[in-house]
């Protein structure tokens, strides 16, 4: 077989549509009594965003070697299920008790665009789909019930108290106050690490990678989540809101601690950079096969929104 | 073996201290960072309640003939979860966007003793521990394993924007309209119903009963659901707010309907009787396995609060 040149152009747009199309597949359709509640969850599910989670699901589970209409599926319900949980966390992030915000994705938030209950009921119930999906295995063979059993202790470990709610008290607790770098660094690992990690774990059980393999990912998932937020805090310092599709500039309107503030624009940047270097080194082993892997870090720390 | 009376209260007493006990183990520890998260979660959890969910989980789960370990941390695994699941709902359904309580089991509500973020982040949390717990299966037996994924299949189906959260909606968009006895029907099966029927399911999963003994379950557990629902209706119209632990009265101050409104108070009563009386017939295949649920059907409809 001649070894093609990978376009990851290509590669980003058929995942893209790939997302999508499980999205529509595994959500209720808007139609599903009650009506309004499912149309509120499509509204915050499929309002666009980067797809990053999702993409790193596909990505992960191409390091397989086992292919077929099982991973296939693994994958699929993985992908709608960690952008449930994403989904879920930003409608209930954006609610007035919390970072009160009206714009998400260019469009009002769920909130703004149905009301505060709906908000809280629409999180709730992505919540819960992102655990169905992935309880809904296809078939009996114990090989898939384990790896979706894995899924769910995977997903629910770093979304839970542990991980990314737990990453949002401690923001809670941290404004106005002095954060230090490794404080900065602990609350971001668990708010948007944790469930970065979770997406490229997700794809690597689907993939049923060995565990030296998952510890590789491990070690290329955290340097990726820590350039993730770098990368965040410095396009809230510098990008608009119409760029971002969100409010631009909260952190420090909040008074928030960031990487910015506390690293300077010009280190941010170069950490950053050489995060994405360390992400792309720990997938050696890996060889040509990671280039979507690797290809997504240069997306995540290159991005402009 | 001498076929000893059974004695409810003693069964009531030991199961309760079970629940309270597994609540005590697979909840995280108030001193698990980040600590306010945590003790706001054992604040909603263990705040006491009548703990009907986790004692039909065990009720049901009697009926089996296979005992031993794996049965008794199911059972554990699944009265915590349900029990988690129940304690979500109540402070999510406390916050000012839904029905703005102050009281609950005779304490604060979690965003009056805490604050309305930290109540958000708590009631998500408790979503996700609740799978987490489930998925926690201690050995890798096919069995259970299968166990665990066909539990967690049943939680999300009654949780969800199909069940629990889908009847909070309807909930919502009901106040101020004439609902009749139909609507008032769906819309309590969903809220309040679906959790209560997969409280039984959930003890007749980790038990391995037999479909047609699931479908035995599933017609008590309907008739069970619909008398709870009218009794809470007879005690928010008759009760006051100490004895119930939570403000009395607040459907007629919402001009909701109410089974009280729609049927009148003795019509009420005898329709719940007459519930209870189904309830106990369909599981008259059981025999005597299945007194504690003949009894929990009993204290349903006898209950004061």
């Known amino acids: ?55 790193l699901v596909y990505a992960a589970g191409e390091l397989g070697t086992v292919g077929g209409e099982s991973l296939d599926a693994a994958l699929d319900a993985a992908a709608v299920a960690i952008e449930c949980i994403h989904a879920y966390s930003l409608v209930h992030d954006d609610l007035p008790c919390m970072d009160d915000d009206d714009l998400r994705r260019g469009r009002p938030t769920v909130h703004k665009a149905f009301d505060e209950a709906t908000a809280l009921l629409v999180g709730d119930a992505l919540q819960t789909r992102a655990f169905e999906v992935l309880a809904n295995a296809n078939t009996n063979a114990n090989g898939d019930v384990q790896v979706r059993l894995s899924m769910i202790r995977s997903l629910a470990s770093a979304s839970g108290s542990r991980g990314m709610a737990g990453g949002q008290a401690i923001d809670l607790e ?13 609350m971001h690992a668990m708010k948007t690490g944790a469930l970065l990690s979770c997406a490229v774990s997700l794809g ?18 955290e340097a990726l989540g820590l350039a993730f937020q770098i990368v965040d805090d410095i396009l809230d310092a510098t990008a608009d809101s119409q760029t971002l599709g969100k409010t631009a500039g909260k952190d420090a309107a909040n008074d928030k601690p960031t990487y910015v503030t506390l690293m ?8 950053a950079n050489e ?18 892997l690797k290809a997504l870090a240069g997306l995540v720390v290159k991005r402009d929104k």
Chains 1, 2 share one sequence.
């Open 275 to 292: 995060l994405q270097e360390i992400a792309i080194v720990s997938l050696a082993s890996f060889g040509d096969e990671a280039r979507a």
């Open 1 to 55: 077989m001649i070894n093609q040149p990978f376009q990851f152009e290509d590669w980003l747009r058929t995942r893209g549509l790939r997302t999508e199309s499980a999205l529509d597949a595994l959500l209720d359709g808007a139609n599903t009594h009650p009506h309004r509640l499912h149309q509120a969850m499509r509204y915050a599910a499929q309002g666009g965003g980067k797809r990053i989670r999702p993409l």
């Open 264 to 271: 300077g624009l010009d280190y941010a940047q170069q950490a």
């Open 204 to 221: 690597g059980i689907a993939a049923q990678l060995s565990s030296t393999q998952m510890q590789h990912l491990a070690t290329y998932s």
């Open 174 to 186: 941290s404004v106005g106050k002095k954060l230090d770098l490794a404080g900065l660094k602990q």
